[in-house]
């Protein structure tokens, strides 16, 4: 229809555009003074990289809520991200749930504010003790930001 002014966009082109600009592209970086370990580094872009196709799921879903033409552009994201043989990528879905489940959990609207401690426990789990509050804040805040992007920057696209 004339007042649709979405750009039209095949799914398997979209995807890859995505996975670069909201998957592959780190989201967050810490401070310089604050660099982690070699280990700790990798651990750290690998579950950036897991959060963030995690959020970008997260939001294609949401839109396939709202229209089915959004289903196409979930499938070439999921096999762009996931191994091709299930036996390899049954691991790595239950952690693209897993970490779905925690971005949902930070973005709860809850009566106190719980998203420097999410960040807290975020960080150890890839082995970085980080407490500096301004940097828990911005992290928290960043995944929040990085969902709520990648949304408004669907709605612009229409999958065809």
Not at 59 to 65: C, H, I, L, P
Not at 72 to 78: D, G, Q
Not at 93 to 101: G, I, N, Q, T, W
Not at 136 to 155: D, N, P, Y
Request: net charge neutral; aromatic share 10%; proline share 8%.
């Amino acid at each position: 229809m004339f007042w649709d002014k979405r750009i039209k966009i095949a799914p398997a082109v979209l995807a890859e555009q995505v996975m670069i600009e909201f998957v592959d592209k780190p989201m967050f970086a810490l401070p310089p003074e604050r660099q982690p370990t070699a280990e700790a580094s990798a651990a750290l872009q690998a579950k950036l990289r897991l959060y963030q196709f995690a959020a970008v799921l997260m939001a294609v879903m949401t839109e396939e809520q709202k229209s089915a033409e959004y289903a196409p552009l979930r499938t070439e994201l999921e096999r762009l991200f996931l191994p091709p043989r299930f036996a390899h990528g049954a691991n790595m879905l239950d952690e693209v749930r897993s970490a779905m489940k925690a971005l949902a959990d930070l973005m709860t609207p809850r009566q106190n504010p719980h998203h420097l401690s999410w960040s807290l426990k975020w960080f150890e789990s890839v082995g970085i003790d980080e407490s500096n509050p301004v940097v828990l804040h911005s992290f928290g805040m960043h995944c929040m930001a990085h969902f709520t992007t990648s949304v408004e920057a669907l709605k612009k696209f229409k999958p065809i």
